[in-house]
T-cell receptor, first 113, second 113 residues
Framework: AQSVTQPDIHITVSEGASLELRCNYS??????LFWYVQSPGQGLQLLLK??????LVQGIKGFEAEFKRSQSSFNLRKPSVHWSDAAEYFC???????????FGTGTRLTVIP | EPEVTQTPSHQVTQMGQEVILRCVPI?????FYWYRQILGQKVEFLVS????????KSEIFDDQFSVERPDGSNFTLKIRSTKLEDSAMYFC???????????FGSGTRLTVV
């Protein structure tokens, strides 16, 4: 069965510092992987997705993520965090042909000046 | 950029009452979904809908829930007799295909009192 683990519930970084949010998945084959961001009271906005090909994917707002099959990971990174990046970040997985997404529990990012 | 639109943004209802949550998916999308997020918890899959029928549903989606696409543009979630534990944020999503990415609406916050 598919599952997603986001081991960090809450992360605090200083503005301008680099960021890495961890995501580990469980799936029998190559999954489809996604990162979504949710600002307070808002919906889920897609940051980036991985289906196949280049394992380093670029997304919106300067985010990138790297798929590492050997580690079953899809960590999200940003070289320099902005105060507006403060939000909840969700990793999600779907199997090819699968009909729904499985979400992790989310990581809340706080950015301090 | 096309959006998934959900109405209302917030609904308060009394326990035992019926509620209908409304969604307008992106017009050329073929797959439609409802997810929910209980406060502080992960986003959970409820149901997927394709070709005018339910294609998959979770254990959460019991007999008190139903979905409908009444007119080719709207996609509704009905909760027949609401319970306190139905209080959550409900997200609608649509996609053209599984590897196309899922677009989520901004959600309806349902409060059952």
């Amino acid at each position: 069965a598919q599952s997603v683990t986001q081991p960090d519930i809450h992360i605090t970084v200083s503005e301008g510092a680099s960021l890495e949010l961890r995501c580990n998945y469980s799936y029998g084959a190559t999954p489809y992987l996604f990162w979504y961001v949710q600002s307070p009271g808002q919906g889920l906005q897609l940051l980036l997705k991985y289906f196949s090909g280049d394992t380093l994917v670029q997304g919106i707002k300067g985010f990138e993520a790297e798929f590492k099959r050997s580690q079953s990971s899809f960590n999200l990174r940003k070289p320099s965090v902005h105060w507006s990046d403060a939000a909840e970040y969700f990793c999600a997985v779907a199997g090819p042909g699968a009909n729904n997404l499985f979400f992790g529990t989310g990581t809340r990012l706080t950015v301090i000046p | 950029e096309p959006e998934v639109t959900q109405t209302p943004s917030h609904q308060v209802t009394q326990m035992g009452q019926e509620v209908i949550l409304r969604c307008v998916p992106i017009s050329n999308h073929l797959y439609f979904y409802w997810y929910r997020q209980i406060l502080g918890q992960k986003v959970e899959f409820l149901v997927s809908f394709y070709n005018n029928e339910i294609s998959e549903k979770s254990e959460i989606f019991d007999d008190q829930f139903s979905v409908e696409r009444p007119d080719g543009s709207n996609f509704t979630l009905k909760i027949r007799s609401t319970k306190l534990e139905d209080s959550a944020m409900y997200f609608c999503a649509s996609t053209l295909a599984a590897n196309y990415g899922y677009t989520f609406g901004s959600g309806t916050r349902l409060t059952v009192v």
